[in-house]
């Protein structure tokens, strides 16, 4: 019988975090924030593959409505492959407001909503200005070929 290689340990996101962690300083000042970590590029990579479990309190509404866009995009693919189920919508919308973190402004959950909602509310506004402005330029493009 041969020895099997040993079986290597499958990192964790902690793992991950704390390879690429810088060495830790004073810490005696409690009334700073905390900042994550930095990651080094190849840890960051590997930290996007590995999925971890995180638990979440969604009210009943938030679930079925999840689980009815979930039904919706799933239904409307035009290529088959990945499953589109209410997990993934939870991690597109986490990822999202990772990449605009800097949007959210508040102390309480529904400041922070607010705050959200209306710089949505800005970019649908200045994306409808923008339709109209082209659509402006476009007839008098028009009127002064004629």
Same mark, same amino acid.
């Given at each position: =019988?041969?020895?099997? &290689?040993?079986?290597?340990?499958?990192?964790?996101? $902690?793992?991950?975090? +704390?390879? $690429? !962690? &810088? +060495?830790?300083?004073?810490?005696?000042?409690? =009334?700073?924030?905390?900042?994550?970590?930095?990651?080094?590029?190849?840890?960051?990579?590997?930290?996007?593959?590995? =999925?971890?479990?995180?638990?979440?309190?969604?009210? /009943? #509404?938030?679930?079925?409505?999840?689980?009815?866009? !979930?039904?919706?995009?799933?239904?409307?693919?035009?290529?088959?492959?990945?499953? %589109?189920?209410?997990? /993934?919508?939870?991690?597109?919308?986490? #990822? /999202?407001?990772?990449?605009?973190?800097?949007?959210?402004?508040? #102390?309480?959950?529904?400041?922070?909503? !607010?705050?959200? /909602?209306?710089?949505? #509310?800005?970019?649908?506004?200045?994306?409808?200005?923008?339709?109209?402005?082209? !659509?402006? %330029?476009?007839?008098?493009?028009?009127?002064?070929?004629?």
């Amino acid at each position: =019988m041969t020895a099997q &290689p040993p079986k290597k340990k499958k990192q964790d996101i $902690g793992d991950l975090v +704390k390879a $690429g !962690a &810088p +060495k830790k300083e004073d810490t005696t000042n409690t =009334m700073t924030r905390r900042r994550p970590p930095q990651l080094d590029r190849q840890s960051a990579a590997e930290a996007k593959r590995t =999925m971890t479990t995180k638990y979440v309190q969604l009210r /009943t #509404d938030q679930t079925i409505d999840l689980d009815l866009i !979930a039904r919706d995009l799933q239904a409307a693919r035009t290529r088959k492959g990945e499953r %589109i189920t209410a997990n /993934t919508v939870i991690r597109v919308a986490v #990822d /999202t407001l990772l990449s605009r973190g800097g949007v959210l402004v508040g #102390d309480t959950e529904e400041e922070l909503l !607010a705050s959200l /909602t209306g710089y949505l #509310d800005t970019l649908e506004e200045t994306r409808e200005r923008v339709q109209e402005l082209e !659509a402006r %330029i476009s007839e008098l493009e028009e009127s002064q070929s004629t």
